[in-house]
């Protein structure tokens, strides 16, 4: 996660300065210079700006029409949120595996579809994209929406496409823990103008007072209020100009870990676009030896990062709603449920993997000290 800095606080004086935080206030300018910087380098029509990742993904949902009686399908490995979206707009969540890619599992997600599934959230994590050619080769063959939770992936490529930016709809999150850092915050990206006017109607109550560009002859609907400031808007677009190079960075870095660990004998996560990896994972045989590993400085075992993992997720197990009527599951078409042991395989892998932090806030060459110093640690496993 990119630290703030000079530049951020320059740029948050600049709004201060202006005299008016509101983003639809007299002389308002930076929120509507990141939606467009934020759309261009995504290679999208429309880029809306929100208060977090889960408004995005909630924005995305209603936008597209999403509610009760739907199934929305989740990868059981992501953050909380993913799986609480679709519950906020009267949907059922249901869990799906990963594979070793730490990604959805395009066999798992076929298995999973029933008459009642509208759409799948396929979930680029930590960096890492989603095998997207498969999910929407799925999803165009049985007619079923694409939400990118590109949440953890702000900046990372596909083929030489954004991640957030290949389905119907992108969600994005800017909180402290992503590659763009405002604290909290977030955007939804989409080529879809239709879908774009839904999704800022309900991010802004419906109201049609704010001389908000062409509605595409939506009418006006109750939505949530989701808007950004200014202060947000101008510290995005100082984010904004540092993802690239720090993505570069990243990719670097990486190579670098790579070749290290490989030629000693690791097992890397397999990836879906190698060329431009900017996250390494480490497979082990069993649980314990990545237990042992994740000992090191910089290494996470993914099964220990709790609410990314489903058997953390309380609500959403309980099926347990702030109010027992407005509660997805009971008016859902089939029973569905949640048991700890729903998604055994995701779990066997997320025993056994373990991320490698990168060290980007350190000298390049200290990538590979790192390195080497995690590959003479596996010979004492």
Known sequence: MPKLGLTDWFAAGQAIVNGDLYRYGQGARHADRFERRFADMLGVRHALAVNSGTSALVAALSAAGVGPGDEVLVPAYTWMATAAAPVLVGAAPVLVDIDESLTIDPKAIERQITPYTRAIIPVHMINLPCDMDAIMAIARRRNLLVIEDACQAAGVTYKGKHCGAIGDMGAFSFNSFKNMNVGE?????????????????????????????????????????????????????????????????????????????????????????????????????????????????????????????????????????????????????????????????????????????????????????????????????
């Not at 397999?270 to 042992?292: K, R």
Request: glycine share 6%; hydrophobic share 45%; charged share 20%.
């Open 185 to 381: 915050g977030g955007a939804v990206a989409t080529n879809d103008s239709i879908l774009f006017a839904r999704a800022r109607n309900y991010h802004d109550l419906g109201a049609p007072i704010r001389g908000h560009e062409d509605t595409f002859n939506q009418a006006a609907f109750v939505g949530a209020n989701m808007r950004i400031t200014e202060l947000h808007g101008a510290i995005l677009n100082r984010q904004l100009s540092k993802l690239g190079p720090m993505m570069a960075r990243l990719r670097v870095r990486r190579r670098i870990v790579a070749d290290v660990l490989t030629q000693s004998g690791f097992k890397l996560a397999p990836h879906h676009d190698e060329a431009s990896a900017a996250s390494l994972v480490v497979l082990f045989d069993t649980a314990e030896q990545a237990a042992d590993f994740a000992r090191n400085p910089g290494v996470t075992r993914l099964l220990d990062s709790s609410k990314h993992v489903y058997t953390n997720w309380e609500a959403i197990l309980a099926r347990r709603t702030a109010h027992p009527k407005m509660n997805p599951w009971a008016w859902a078409h089939r029973e569905i449920t949640y048991e700890p042991d729903a998604c055994l395989r995701t779990l066997d892998i997320l025993g056994r993997a373990c991320r490698v932090t990168l060290a980007q806030r350190f000298p390049t060459p200290v990538s590979r000290v790192m390195a080497h110093r995690l590959a003479r640690s596996v010979r004492s496993i």
